[in-house]
C-alpha cells in the first residue's frame, strides 16, 4: 500500500540551510506536497512539485525529486526561528481524486 | 477569501455525549476533507466528499462516526458516542479541483474524559 516516511525531528541553527527529507512508496504518484504546521494551527502548503520535474525553486524554498528512489526533500535556506514548525510531505496519487496520503511530519528546532 | 472555518476550535465532553464538528470549506472548491491527527497515528483520513456527496469513508473508524455535507458550503462530522480514544485534532480540508493543493482549517481540538 501507499507509505510516506520522515524522520520525526531535525536541529539547526539560525542562519544555517535545513533540509527535510521524504520518502514514498508510490510510484503512481502525480503531485507531491510540503505542508507546514505550526503549534495550534491547520497545515498551510508551502510548495508542491508535480511529477514529472525534478526541482523547483520559490524564494528560500527549493524542492528535490528524485522520482527513479521515490524521494523527495525540502530544503529551507538561512532558516529563521520561524520556520520551526512542523513540515509534512504528502503525495497525491493517480485515480485517487484528490486524497493526499500523509507522513507523520518532521519537527523542525531553530536555535538562535 | 476567509479559508477553512471550522467550529468549535476546542470541544471537551464527557464520555457518551454526542460531540458535532463543523466546517466552511472555501467557496468554490468542490472537495471536502476530514481528518484526524494525533501523537500515535499522525494523520489519517476519515472521509471525504465531492459535490457534497460521500465519495470515499473507508477511514471511518466505527459506526459511531458520521459526516454529512447538507450543501457546498457546509460540512458537520458527529461522533456518538464519544469515548475517551477520541480525543484528537480533527481538521477538514478543501480542495478546488481534482488533483489541487488542499487547504486546511485551524482545527477543532477535542478532549473526551
Known amino acids: 500500500g501507499e507509505d510516506v516516511e520522515q524522520s520525526l525531528f531535525l536541529s539547526v541553527r539560525e542562519g544555517d540551510s535545513s533540509v527535510i527529507n521524504c520518502t514514498y512508496t508510490?510510484?503512481?504518484?502525480?503531485?507531491l506536497y510540503w505542508y507546514k504546521q505550526e503549534p495550534g494551527a491547520g497545515l498551510q502548503l508551502l510548495t508542491y512539485?508535480?511529477?514529472?520535474?525534478d526541482m523547483k525553486q520559490d524564494q528560500r524554498l527549493t524542492v528535490l525529486l528524485n522520482k527513479k528512489d521515490k524521494h523527495l526533500s525540502l530544503r529551507i535556506a538561512d532558516t529563521q526561528t520561524g520556520d520551526s514548525a512542523i513540515y509534512f510531505c504528502?503525495?497525491?496519487?493517480?485515480?485517487?481524486?484528490?486524497?493526499?496520503?500523509f507522513g507523520k511530519g518532521t519537527k523542525l528546532s531553530v536555535k538562535p | 477569501d476567509a479559508g477553512v472555518i471550522q467550529s468549535p476550535r476546542h470541544e471537551v465532553t464527557e464520555m457518551g455525549q454526542e460531540v458535532t464538528l463543523r466546517c466552511k470549506p472555501i467557496?468554490?472548491?468542490?472537495?471536502l476533507f476530514w481528518y484526524r491527527q494525533t501523537m500515535m497515528r499522525g494523520l489519517e483520513l476519515l472521509i471525504y466528499f465531492n459535490n457534497n456527496v460521500p465519495i470515499d469513508d473507508s477511514g471511518m473508524p466505527e459506526d459511531r462516526f458520521s459526516a454529512k455535507m447538507p450543501n457546498a458550503s457546509f460540512s458537520t462530522l458527529k461522533i456518538q458516542p464519544s469515548e475517551p480514544r477520541d480525543s484528537a485534532v480533527y481538521f477538514c480540508?478543501?480542495?478546488?479541483?481534482?488533483?489541487?493543493?488542499?487547504?486546511f482549517g485551524n482545527g477543532t481540538r477535542l478532549t473526551v474524559t
Open positions: 504528502a503525495e497525491s496519487l493517480k485515480g485517487s481524486q484528490g486524497n493526499l496520503i
Open positions: 480540508a478543501s480542495g478546488r479541483m481534482y488533483n489541487s493543493p488542499l487547504h
Open positions: 467557496s468554490g472548491h468542490d472537495y
Open positions: 508510490d510510484s503512481s504518484s502525480t503531485y
Open positions: 512539485i508535480f511529477s514529472n520535474m
